[in-house]
């Protein structure tokens, strides 16, 4: 059973940046993790995505500001989001399989606003 746990949400002001984890337990490794955002009203919305090598894309309303990375030894994928904007406010998960099971963290909220 893989678990998820995703840190480092808060309330900053537009321009601010953040820094999110997404922990994995209950492996030796994870593969391709990805982050999504949910926004009150609206459908869960696929953030960013970074393979085992390393190798990461966006979603196009966050290319340029945010950046995934991951320490594969901490197991751990950061999502370093800068010049935040109000639109950015979300919950924010993070998303890996393992052995043909989805797993989902339990969310961190993000607030921009001024």
């Known amino acids: 059973q893989v678990q998820l746990v995703e840190s480092g949400g808060g309330l900053v002001r537009p321009g601010e940046s953040l820094r999110l984890s997404c922990a994995a337990s209950?492996?030796?490794?994870?593969?391709?993790v990805l982050w999504y955002r949910q926004a009150p009203g609206k459908e869960r919305e696929w953030v960013a995505a970074?393979?085992?090598?390393?190798?990461?894309t966006y979603g196009d309303s966050v290319k340029g500001r945010f950046t995934i990375s991951r320490d594969n030894a901490k197991k751990t994928v950061y999502l370093q989001m800068n010049s935040l904007k109000p639109e950015d406010t979300a919950v924010y998960y993070c998303?890996?399989?393992?052995?043909?099971?989805?797993?989902w963290g339990q969310g961190t909220q993000v607030t921009v606003s001024s």
């Open positions: 209950g492996t030796d490794t994870i593969y391709t």
């Open positions: 970074i393979a085992s090598g390393g190798s990461a």
């Open positions: 998303n890996t399989g393992w052995r043909g099971t989805n797993y």
